[in-house]
Each structure stands twice: as C-alpha cells, then as structure tokens.
C-alpha cells in the first residue's frame, strides 16, 4: 500500500513476470540448439546461463522474497505473466500441452496467496482452436485475470482470420489480451544487427517494442475492432509508442487510405487507442524521463486508461512505485491508474 495526500492507496502491479518449473524443462531441451534466434537467446541467458542469475532468481521465486519485495516496494497486488516468449516458440501439441499445465500451475499459486497475486493465462496461439478453449478455462474454470500473449507467432499477427477464434473467446470470457513484447521474427532480425552481425537493436532496447506497436497497429488498421469491437488490449512501456502517434496516424489513414476507398477500419486510428487499449507505465521507471512521458500520455488518452505496471525483475519496483507517487495529478487520478483501473479490465475485487 502506497500512500497519498496522506491517505493509503491500494496499489496493483499488471505487469509482473515468473517462471514455472515446466518452462524450465521445456526450454532446457532446446537451448542448446543452433538456429540464431533473439528469443532463443534471450531465454538462454535468463534461465539457462549463470550470467542471468540475477534476473533467474526473482523469476522463480513466487514466495517469501517476491511477497517481501512487493511489501517493501508497497504494491499489494502483482497480476503474474509468464516470461516472453511463454510457449510460442514450441511446436503446436507442445504448445497447448505446455499452457494447461502452466495455467494450472498458476492458478494454484493464487489459491496460496489469494490476496497478493493475480495471473494472466498463457495460451498457444500456433493452436488457435485449443487456444480458444483453454481461454475459457483459464477465465470460467481456473479465475485467471485475462490472458498475455507475446505478440507475433511464427511470424503472424492476430489481426489474421485463423486467429479469430482467440479474439472471440477474448472478447465473450471479458478476458483482456495484454499483447507483451517479443523479439521480431527471425527475418526481420537482422535488421536489428550491427554490420558485424551483433544484435545491438534487438529486445528491451528497441525490437520489442518496434514489434509490439507493429502489431497492435495491424489489429487497429485491418478492423479487428469493427469485427470485435469489446475486444480489450494491454500495452504497456507507456503504450509501446502509440500515444505519440495519434495525430499522424489518424491524417495519414485518413488521406492515405480512407480517402482512396481502400482503409480496411471503419474508423480512426486515435478512436480505437481510446476506446480498446488500455496502457501500463511498466519499464518507464526513472523520473527523468518517465514523469513528462507519464504526464503526456495522461493528457492523451486519460486517467482511466493508464494502469500501473513495473516490469519486475527486469526493471525496479520501487523506481515504478516512485514515478505514480511523485505525479502531478489529483489523488483521483492516482487511484485509477494505482488500482480502479486494473480491478476493471482483469476482473479484480476490490479491498
């Protein structure tokens, strides 16, 4: 619990990752294989590599160290998502296996701490139809939150018509998809290369959210909202990019498209932002830049659609909790971003 104007304020975290034992398994059998692969070795030095220890062990740790940080930090409440890629890069059987068993996993952890933790379900979006229905599951059966799924799959988007079983089972359960980043397909990579072949662009530092905003944006400009306008989705990093955007986007679909006849939205970029994305602050964690992007996009699309993440373990906690204590808005404001906003889009109680 955080404290403002002098008054507690209950805070949620919407962007918090872990591991799974299983994951550990499943990943342990391929990273030693020898396609070059952004993911891959990502998940290679996070899980598998003595170097990622320090992120390691605050991915598998759900007991008393990550309970005893989330006290320090003052968030009573982490809504848990598997690390990226989750279970996209396996093969389909494997995929869908892989996400009941961690979905299950998942959900047992909240029965042991019902107050703290909350948790988004993993699907296998390479197995759509199964998708579907373990999305129902995870929603109706298990009470997970909504669902987190990591962008791209094999190099396809959602907006794509074999995906539509995922974002109908969405939309029906009230599961909001918090769309999280992964590193490009493997033929857009090397774009993020140096010429000596070092992968100086990929993940955190600017592939992930090239590919994240990419995709969201497929979703607005090819009508998936038209098709499933209660669709809801999650960016977070302050909205991949898109905020600052708007007004460009909206002016070049507007004379570039819609005026030739050949826009595939029925309406504008900005008005799908606001009425089907909500955003979190996760990974914006310094005060120096994160309060005037904070401030931004608070005038951009409102108190109401910004939602309080940190991004843990591969960003600070308290750095987070210090950016939504120290902004400038009304104790209103801060509350809907700390917790009213979350309580509505992940089917949270309140206190």
């Given amino acids: 619990m955080i404290h403002i104007e002098g008054k507690p304020c209950r805070l949620i975290a919407t962007e918090e990752h872990y591991v799974a034992r299983e994951l550990l398994e499943a990943t342990g059998r391929i990273v030693s294989a020898g396609w070059q692969d952004l993911d891959l070795a990502d998940t290679r030095f996070f899980l598998h590599d003595p170097r ?14 990550r309970l005893r940080m989330m006290d320090e930090a003052g968030v009573d409440v982490a809504i848990l998502s598997l690390m990226a890629p989750g279970v996209q ?7 869908a296996s892989l996400a009941v068993t961690l979905n299950d996993h998942l959900a047992e952890t909240i029965r042991r ?47 794509h018509p074999k995906f539509w079983p995922i974002l109908e089972a969405a939309e029906a359960t009230g599961a909001a998809i918090y769309l999280h980043p992964r590193n490009p397909p493997p033929n857009v ?17 600017w592939g992930f959210q090239m590919e994240t905003s990419l995709h969201a944006l497929r979703l ?20 991949e990019g898109l905020p600052y955007w708007l007004y ?3 002016y070049m679909y507007e004379r570039g498209y819609r005026k030739q006849g050949t826009g595939l939205a029925k309406r504008l970029p900005s ?11 996760s990974g914006m964690n310094d005060h120096r830049f994160s309060q005037p992007t904070l401030a931004y996009c608070h005038s951009i699309v409102g108190p109401d659609r910004i939602l309080f993440a940190s991004d843990h373990p591969f960003q600070s906690t308290q750095a987070a909790v210090d950016v939504l204590r120290n902004a400038p808005f009304s104790r209103q404001d801060i509350e809907q971003i700390a917790h009213r906003n979350s309580e509505s889009v992940f089917h949270m109680a309140p206190a």
Avoid at 52 to 65: C, N, Q
Avoid at 89 to 95: R, W
């Fill in 189 to 205: 990579q090397r774009l993020l290369e140096a010429p000596d072949g070092r992968p100086v662009l990929g993940s955190g530092i």
């Fill in 89 to 95: 890069f396996f093969e389909p059987e494997t995929a």
């Fill in 52 to 65: 990622g220890r320090a992120w390691f062990e605050p991915l598998v740790d759900l007991e008393e160290g």
């Fill in 113 to 159: 701490h019902p107050t703290r933790y909350g948790g988004l379900a993993v699907v296998a979006p390479q197995a759509p139809e199964r998708a579907a229905k373990e999305i129902e599951r995870a929603m109706r059966t298990l009470k997970l939150n909504g669902l987190v799924i990591n962008s791209h799959t094999g190099g396809e988007y959602l907006d």
């Fill in 220 to 239: 607005i400009v090819c009508g998936v909202f038209d098709r499933f306008p209660k669709l809801k989705v999650v960016l977070g990093h302050m909205g």
């Fill in 271 to 281: 008005e799908y932002v606001r009425d089907n994305f909500f955003i979190t602050i």
């Fill in 248 to 250: 460009r986007l909206d």
